[in-house]
């Protein structure tokens, strides 16, 4: 649901800092990794992935936005 929000508001960039995300993907790609050396269950693989992808979409969100907003400040400082 904070994806959704997010991309309602385009507010991501501003929301969330680039440092938490990666510190955030490097837990859960971790985590994954434990997962597949250790021969967790499949449903904690499976998990796992769905965080590190959920991961990828923020990130994605966060760099779209932030390019976007800047992108949106030079057109207004131009005019």
């Given at each position: ?38 021969n967790q269950l499949p449903i904690q ?10 991961d990828i979409i923020m990130i994605s969100q966060f ?17």
């Open positions: 649901s904070q994806i959704y929000v997010a991309c309602q508001n385009g507010r991501v960039d501003q929301a969330l800092s680039l440092g938490f995300l990666l510190c955030w993907i490097a837990g859960d790609l971790t985590n994954f990794i434990g997962c597949y050396l250790t693989i499976v998990t796992a992935i769905f965080y590190v992808n959920m760099v779209y936005y932030k390019l976007k907003n800047q992108k949106m400040t030079k057109c207004k400082v131009f005019q």
